[in-house]
């Protein structure tokens, strides 16, 4: 008589129940993203203001020329990084609640859309800031 081998695949298992340390992980990684977030917005706020500084201390010490002679985007890029930060906090927060509801009913579907997003508008927002900076780089 031959004996089949045990089943070993998940298929026929049910779906292990999460445990607390799951949802730690999950909020864990929820702060996570909402500290790189806040990071974002920062960022963004002191390029808003750095110019604002400059031109400032520029008038301060008597020179009616700014020392930088900008073309006005910074303020573009700053609110741009601004609303990114806070596009990623809402994004962050969506993906939060879904993970939690996967792990309440016992199923986990891994994405990486937020990632994606995050790296896209990241990548155009160094763009921008490339394009900015260049005509200021003196060979």
Do not use: C
């Amino acid at each position: 008589m031959l004996k089949t081998p045990p089943d070993t695949s998940t298929e026929n298992q049910p779906l292990k129940q999460a445990n607390a340390s799951d949802h730690l992980a999950n909020e864990r990684t929820f702060l996570a993203w909402i500290r790189t977030s806040i990071a974002i917005m920062g960022f963004g706020f002191v390029v808003v203001k750095f110019t604002l500084f400059i031109r400032q201390l520029s008038y301060a010490l008597g020179d009616k020329n700014p020392a930088i002679a900008g073309k006005g985007y910074s303020s573009v890029i700053g609110i741009l990084l601004v609303a990114v930060g806070a596009i990623l906090a809402l994004l962050a927060y969506i993906r939060y609640r879904n993970i939690e509801q996967q792990l309440n009913g016992k199923k986990y579907y891994p994405s990486f859309w937020l990632s994606l997003v995050l790296t896209i508008a990241l990548v155009v927002v160094s763009i921008l800031l490339i394009w900015y900076l260049l005509p200021s780089i003196t060979f």
